[in-house]
């Protein structure tokens, strides 16, 4: 399969492009603070949930790269002002996307091994020791 390379977009898209940074950081940071909480119950997600989330963020970040690119790209430009302060937030909101992406995607590599799939196919006594060993965690 050859990779497609990315379409540049004109500088008169440079306010969408940051709309769309800033949007999805703000997914990103609401998906991140839920899965804090469902970190400690990882038997409500199942294995389809934690492939689709890591697949996505994985994707999501690559996607990133090429908003970082296009400002790059943007700044070899004359720029306003305000397209040189666009482009900063372009790149402020697209490194902390990444950041916060990363985040996500640690917190489901710990739970796809604790998933409500991946308990119900232990035997009991597999079960057992990891409750024991504090690797899940009964519901409250």
Do not use: H
């Not at 989330?53 to 700044?75: R, T, V």
């Amino acid at each position: 399969m050859v990779d497609k390379q990315p379409i540049l977009q004109p500088l008169s898209m440079i306010r969408q492009i940051l709309e769309i940074t800033q949007g999805m950081l703000e997914e990103s940071k609401n998906q991140l603070e839920i899965m804090k909480e469902a970190k400690e119950k990882t038997y409500v997600l199942d294995d389809e949930i934690v492939d689709r989330a890591l697949k996505l963020y994985k994707e999501q970040n690559e996607n990133a790269k090429i908003f970082i690119n296009q400002c790059k790209i943007w700044k070899q430009e004359k720029l306003t002002e305000l397209q040189v302060i666009q482009i900063q937030e372009i790149e402020y909101s697209t490194n902390l996307l990444i950041e916060t992406n990363n985040e996500l995607l640690s917190i489901f590599n710990y739970c796809k091994d604790r998933t409500i799939n991946k308990i119900v196919e232990k035997d009991d006594p597999e079960l057992a020791l990891d409750f024991l060993t504090g690797k899940i965690t009964l519901p409250k």
